[in-house]
């Protein structure tokens, strides 16, 4: 075997990527976000802080999201790192596939109720 094909073989192995490594103060910070996310919204309805509900929604909507991104990080230990940023890549494709496919849809539907002849409702 010449020593340019040890060479090769040996090549792939400096190249390994290692898996994201979970301590126990990554998963207590997780918990805490996540208790603290769903904490403030639970008060927020439970008090009836805002007037409005809508205000309210979008609050949720908003805590919803960052704990989801929480979840993701934490507990799941995705990065733009692990797998070479695949992950992360195919989750923000995802998202915004899911995106346009529901404010697509409700833009569309809204449109059609919006332009429907008088006679027809």
Do not use: C, K, R
């Amino acid at each position: 075997m010449s020593e340019h094909s040890l060479h090769d073989t040996n090549h792939h192995d400096h190249h390994e990527e290692e898996a994201p490594h979970a301590s126990f103060s990554g998963y207590m910070i997780g918990f805490l976000a996540s208790v603290f996310l769903t904490a403030i919204p639970f008060v927020l309805v439970m008090g009836d802080v805002f007037s409005s509900d809508g205000v309210t929604s979008l609050i949720i909507l908003a805590f919803a999201a960052v704990q989801i991104v929480v979840h993701m990080v934490y507990f799941l230990h995705m990065n733009f790192h692990s797998e070479g940023g695949w992950n992360m890549l195919s989750l923000l494709f995802t998202a915004v596939l899911l995106f346009i496919t529901l404010f697509g849809s409700l833009w569309v539907m809204y449109n059609m109720n919006v332009n429907m002849m008088p006679g027809m409702m």
